[in-house]
């Protein structure tokens, strides 16, 4: 501190900044002549807070990383729920209904299918896949606890940790490992996902582009299969979830190795074995721990991975029997068939969003105990405070109820969201 405002410092406003300060940082703004000092340096609590995007709220790198996080919890749940809107939004003006209306969607939504469909939809996906970047996670924590290092840390996932291609794994006693890729002369010894091209008649678990030895749903132009087959299908099967191949795998494989590492082309994984954790340096599909840090920077930490997760669209594979007058109409057929691939499209996009608001919700109620507790545990052992400090703790004691606020009502909007999208997806036959 310069002379000069050390001396200010011991004459009365001076004295004054330095109690107003230790009781309520807001104080000072109303005495003349010492707000505007205490302005400039940085002593009075800033005029945005959470709720604003604002997370500079005390000066401490730890406590603010905590208000960081609030503030990427919020945005993060409003572009969910954004999202689905707008994909709920689409299929409405698909089938004329109002946007928003949940009521008139599913109304014309299960109008349209009756109007095209004998019977009723049957739709299967594989549940998306969330994954986390642990370099990622590693270093938000690194910049809420300075004793975090990225370098050398790892997360614990519980589930499968990806490496990058062609690197060398130990997955542990815990973990086997498995690889990710095309498969040996297409022939996959594990599970397909994708094409799998039949050039003897097999079963099909998915949509059959070829010929079907038995009752096809849906036939193109040709008088070809083009849907589920409950017989032999003979030709290309698109599945609509990782299954065996007993043709040509096309897709993406998933297989376990002969020898201890995967070709260079594919993708090695290490997948934890019950609700055992594997160290993880890549991307976890499943539950992250963090390394242990400050309190506060881990209530943070395992928010973030939530934050961050990135949820893949799943293929749907949709089976249903037109009605004979539709399937009759070559235009009508091509019309309800180009209908329904933006249908799952947007149902698709919907089931991510859906996945990524899971994880989010789950964790929006701990975030704000857990955080809320371990801010006061900081600044109660935060020790000998200078005025700065001093100051960095009164406003973040006056911020933290407003931020765990945010959480919380962001949490909320995610469940009521949630519940609308599980409706309007469940008189389809989404679930």
């Known amino acids: 501190m310069n002379r000069k405002l050390r001396g200010l410092l011991f004459t009365v406003p001076g004295i004054a900044l330095g109690i107003i300060s230790a009781q309520s940082c807001s104080a000072a703004k109303a005495l003349p002549g010492v707000g505007d000092l205490a302005k400039q340096c940085g002593l009075v609590c800033p005029d945005t807070g959470v709720a604003d995007g604002n997370a500079s709220i005390s000066g401490i790198a730890s406590i603010d990383g905590f208000f960081s996080t609030c503030v990427d919890f919020q945005t993060t749940a409003t572009g969910i729920t954004d999202g689905i809107q707008g994909e709920l939004d689409a299929i409405a003006a698909s089938v004329g209904a109002a946007a928003g209306d949940s009521a008139d969607l599913k109304a014309k939504l299960a109008a349209k299918i009756k109007a095209n469909v004998d019977g009723s939809l049957t739709v299967k996906y594989q549940p998306p896949e969330c994954t986390v970047s ?17 370098g050398s840390a790892s997360v614990k996932c519980q ?71 409950d017989g032999m299908c003979k030709g290309s099967c698109q599945l609509s979830a990782a299954a065996t191949c007993s043709g ?30 594997v160290d993880c340096q890549g991307t976890c599909t499943g539950q992250v721990t963090p390394p242990m840090a400050k309190a506060e920077c881990q209530a943070s930490a395992k928010a973030n991975a939530s934050i961050k997760a990135e949820c893949k669209p799943p293929s749907l594979d949709v089976q249903f029997k037109l009605l004979a007058s539709v399937s009759g109409d070559a235009m009508g057929t091509a019309t309800f068939q180009s209908w329904l691939e933006g249908f799952k499209l947007h149902v698709s996009n919907i089931l991510a969003f859906k996945a990524k608001l899971d994880g989010l919700a789950s964790v929006g109620g701990d975030l704000g105990a857990s955080g809320e ?47 609308t999208t599980v409706d309007v997806l469940g008189s389809v036959g989404v679930s």
Do not use: F, R, W
């Open 373 to 419: 507790a371990a801010i006061k545990g900081s600044i109660n052992a935060i020790g000998d405070l200078n005025v700065k400090t001093t100051v960095g703790v009164g406003c973040a004691l006056t911020e933290l109820p407003k931020a765990i606020k945010v959480v919380t009502d962001a949490a909320a909007t995610l469940t009521a969201t949630g519940k």
């Open 248 to 277: 040509s795998c096309k897709g993406s494989c998933t297989y376990q190795p002969a020898m201890a590492m995967c070709d260079a082309s594919a993708q090695a994984h290490c997948d934890a074995t019950g609700s055992a954790q």
């Open 134 to 150: 642990a370099k990622a996670t590693l270093q938000a924590q690194a910049k809420c606890d300075a004793s975090v290092d990225p």
């Open 159 to 229: 589930g499968s940790c990806t490496a990058k291609a062609g690197v060398m794994v130990d997955c542990g006693a815990s973990a086997k490992l498995s690889c990710t890729g095309t498969a040996p002369m297409l022939k996959c010894s594990g599970t397909c996902q994708g094409e799998c091209q039949l050039d003897a008649a097999a079963s099909c678990s998915g949509t059959c582009n070829g010929t079907c030895s038995g009752n096809c749903s849906v036939k193109d132009a040709s008088g070809n299969c083009a849907g589920s087959c």
